[in-house]
């Protein structure tokens, strides 16, 4: 077997516990030949070898973030960002939508992210008429950071058939002017109605901007492989990658769940659990629990049913559980389960467990679940969460520490688009257990930097049945290797978010170098 690359004199954080460090990294194909001292280096490499001085630095698995939103990321990357970061006042706002629609042919949708009318000088939301002095010819949508509503331009309140007779839908609002009751253009629990029913969906010309905008963004941050988490995943969307994938466009490895409604679909197709190949394969059923779920509340006997049919046909489940009682809910289904067929070694998951007290964790642990947890969060939302989350479910907030010890498996991801894909972040998150202001949530529950590191590598591909094949740099693995600026074991904690991606191998090949 040939050589083709070599790294040396890296310092390697293998994450495999037959050799947890190492020198040297040998690649043949798209995989780990042999992990060994700089002395090998004779032995190993050939007339043909690419050898890679890594000067020192850090070499570790290529990231797996265990939870994103594929579709959405590709969404916010398209749009204009509105955030706090990037507009103070609705004149912002208006300049940034004038520059993209100068840009973009008339009658082409126009969407914008992230606007907050707290952070906005005018201190209140912008109106269909504020975006119509800027594009009177693009529909526009612009959407809240919180998704609860969006502002439409008048055209695209005429393409969604909203004028001042449309009775107020239900279970949403229309917001109105109070002298004349025209629609201002603001749009309360709505969204997700414009996303589906109004808007068009992605043109191939749009798709390819995003994929290969999504495709830089997560080899920028080492992403070697993600896991879709969204329960809407479907044939098509499963066509779309695989085409992204085939032409070598999107190079991230995928895993990507179905949803209850659409298992059938790919089982249709042939495909059930594990399909597919080491690019892309079908996950888990993504089910939804609780308020924000956005799938219509299923009862407890029939989340029991549809889990055991899950089950059954050998499907992993991942459930969205984010409250206390939703987290609940989810065991009770797996309890039920297990009362009928083992459900140890499956790996059933809960996605986000954001509130897990001591007697939810002994249940889960007794069922062997998994939970993907989102460090990054605490970095990103920390300072919200203090602020908001009730007092007596604090002491339960994205506990990592306390799993761990019990023995469950925790794999972490950034649920981007939620806050970025960044796992830096995340790794500094769960060690720091600090938000970006400094303050600190549960320090008990801090993480060293090497089990934070193990979040995103060998447990992230044990949440997806991948750990024979990704997770650690050990001979017969995929080669899908990152190269740090800085050590995260070794810098001291308040470095950690600063140390940057400066080489993404996958399979082999140098994707990309910073
Ligand atoms: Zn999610």
Same mark, same amino acid.
């Given at each position: 077997?040939?050589?083709?690359?070599?790294?040396?004199?890296?310092? &390697?954080?293998?994450?495999? =516990?037959?050799?947890?460090?190492?020198?040297?990294?040998?690649?043949?194909?798209?995989?780990?030949?042999?992990? %060994?001292?700089?002395?090998?280096?004779?032995?190993?490499?050939?007339?043909?070898?690419?050898? *890679?001085?890594?000067?020192?630095?850090?070499?570790?698995?290529?990231?797996?973030?265990?939870?994103?939103?594929?579709?959405?990321?590709?969404?916010?990357?398209?749009?204009?960002?509105?955030?706090? +970061?990037?507009?103070?006042?609705?004149?912002?706002?208006?300049?940034?939508?004038?520059?993209?629609?100068? $840009?973009?042919?008339?009658?082409?949708?126009?969407?914008?992210?992230?606007?907050?009318?707290?952070?906005?000088?005018?201190?209140?939301?912008?109106?269909?008429?504020?975006?119509?002095?800027?594009?009177?010819?693009?529909?526009?949508?612009?959407?809240?950071?919180?998704?609860?509503?969006?502002?439409?331009?008048?055209? =695209?309140?005429?393409?969604?058939?909203?004028?001042?007779?449309?009775?107020?839908?239900?279970?949403?609002? *229309?917001?109105?002017?109070?002298?004349?009751?025209?629609?201002?253009?603001?749009?309360?629990?709505?969204?997700?109605?414009?996303?589906?029913?109004?808007?068009?969906?992605?043109?191939?010309?749009?798709?390819?901007?995003?994929?290969?905008?999504?495709?830089?963004?997560?080899?920028?941050?080492?992403?070697?492989?993600?896991?879709?988490?969204?329960?809407?995943?479907?044939?098509?969307?499963? /066509?779309?990658? #695989? #085409?992204?994938?085939?032409?070598? #466009?999107?190079?991230?490895?995928?895993?990507?769940?179905?949803?209850?409604?659409?298992?059938?679909?790919?089982?249709?197709?042939?495909?059930?659990?594990?399909?597919?190949?080491?690019?892309?394969?079908?996950?888990?059923?993504? !089910?939804?629990? %609780?308020?924000? @779920?956005? /799938?219509?509340?299923?009862?407890?006997?029939?989340?029991?049913?549809?889990?055991?049919?899950?089950?059954?046909?050998?499907? /992993?489940?991942?459930?969205?559980?984010?409250?206390?009682? @939703?987290?609940?809910?989810? !065991?009770?289904?797996?309890?039920?389960?297990?009362?009928?067929?083992?459900?140890?070694?499956?790996?059933?998951? !809960?996605?986000?467990?954001?509130?897990?007290?001591?007697?939810?964790?002994?249940?889960?642990? $007794?069922?062997?679940?998994?939970?993907?947890?989102?460090?990054?969060?605490?970095?990103?939302?920390?300072?919200?969460?203090?602020?908001?989350? =009730?007092?007596?479910?604090?002491?339960?907030?994205?506990?990592?520490?306390?799993?761990?010890?019990?023995?469950?498996?925790?794999?972490?991801?950034?649920? +981007?688009?939620?806050?970025?894909?960044?796992?830096?972040?995340?790794?500094?998150?769960?060690?720091?257990?600090?938000?970006?202001?400094? /303050?600190?949530?549960?320090?008990?529950?801090?993480?060293?930097? @090497?089990?934070?590191?193990?979040?995103?590598?060998?447990?992230? @591909?044990?949440?997806?049945?991948?750990?024979?094949?990704?997770?650690?740099?050990?001979?017969?693995?995929? =080669?899908?290797?990152?190269?740090?600026?800085?050590?995260?074991?070794?810098?001291?904690?308040?470095?950690?978010?600063?140390?940057?991606?400066?080489?993404?191998?996958?399979?082999?090949?140098? &994707?990309?170098?910073?």
């Amino acid at each position: 077997m040939s050589t083709d690359i070599v790294l040396k004199n890296a310092s &390697v954080l293998t994450m495999d =516990a037959g050799q947890p460090s190492a020198e040297l990294v040998a690649i043949s194909g798209d995989k780990i030949l042999m992990v %060994g001292d700089n002395e090998a280096l004779d032995s190993v490499a050939g007339a043909n070898t690419r050898i *890679i001085d890594c000067q020192g630095r850090t070499l570790v698995p290529g990231f797996n973030d265990a939870h994103l939103h594929l579709f959405s990321l590709i969404r916010k990357l398209l749009s204009i960002e509105l955030s706090p +970061a990037a507009v103070s006042s609705i004149a912002d706002i208006k300049e940034a939508i004038r520059r993209k629609a100068e $840009k973009t042919p008339p009658g082409t949708w126009l969407s914008g992210t992230d606007y907050n009318e707290f952070y906005l000088a005018e201190k209140r939301c912008p109106t269909r008429w504020d975006i119509d002095e800027v594009a009177p010819g693009h529909p526009v949508v612009l959407t809240h950071r919180s998704l609860h509503a969006c502002v439409l331009n008048s055209l =695209a309140l005429s393409l969604a058939g909203i004028n001042g007779d449309t009775p107020e839908p239900e279970g949403a609002r *229309i917001e109105r002017d109070l002298a004349t009751g025209e629609p201002n253009g603001i749009l309360v629990e709505m969204l997700a109605y414009i996303r589906s029913e109004v808007m068009p969906p992605f043109s191939d010309a749009e798709l390819d901007e995003a994929f290969a905008l999504a495709d830089r963004h997560f080899l920028a941050y080492g992403i070697t492989s993600f896991q879709e988490a969204t329960y809407r995943n479907d044939r098509s969307r499963w /066509q779309i990658v #695989r #085409r992204y994938k085939d032409t070598g #466009r999107l190079r991230s490895r995928v895993s990507m769940m179905a949803g209850p409604g659409t298992r059938r679909e790919f089982q249709e197709d042939g495909l059930i659990m594990g399909s597919g190949d080491i690019h892309l394969r079908l996950g888990a059923v993504k !089910i939804m629990l %609780g308020e924000s @779920a956005g /799938q219509g509340e299923l009862t407890q006997e029939e989340l029991n049913t549809l889990v055991l049919d899950c089950h059954r046909t050998g499907f /992993q489940l991942a459930f969205h559980a984010i409250t206390e009682s @939703a987290v609940e809910s989810a !065991i009770d289904a797996l309890e039920y389960v297990n009362g009928r067929y083992p459900v140890a070694g499956r790996r059933h998951r !809960i996605e986000h467990c954001s509130e897990c007290p001591p007697y939810l964790l002994e249940r889960l642990k $007794k069922l062997g679940a998994v939970i993907v947890t989102h460090p990054s969060t605490i970095y990103y939302n920390g300072e919200r969460y203090l602020a908001t989350v =009730a007092p007596e479910q604090l002491p339960w907030l994205y506990r990592i520490k306390a799993p761990l010890d019990s023995g469950v498996v925790v794999a972490a991801a950034s649920d +981007a688009p939620v806050v970025p894909v960044n796992p830096l972040a995340g790794i500094y998150g769960a060690v720091t257990r600090k938000a970006e202001s400094g /303050q600190v949530l549960l320090p008990e529950e801090r993480i060293s930097p @090497a089990q934070a590191l193990s979040l995103y590598t060998v447990n992230a @591909a044990y949440a997806s049945f991948e750990e024979d094949i990704k997770g650690s740099i050990a001979p017969g693995k995929l =080669a899908d290797l990152v190269v740090l600026s800085a050590d995260p074991t070794k810098v001291p904690p308040e470095k950690i978010k600063d140390i940057k991606v400066e080489m993404t191998i996958i399979g082999g090949e140098v &994707v990309w170098e910073g």
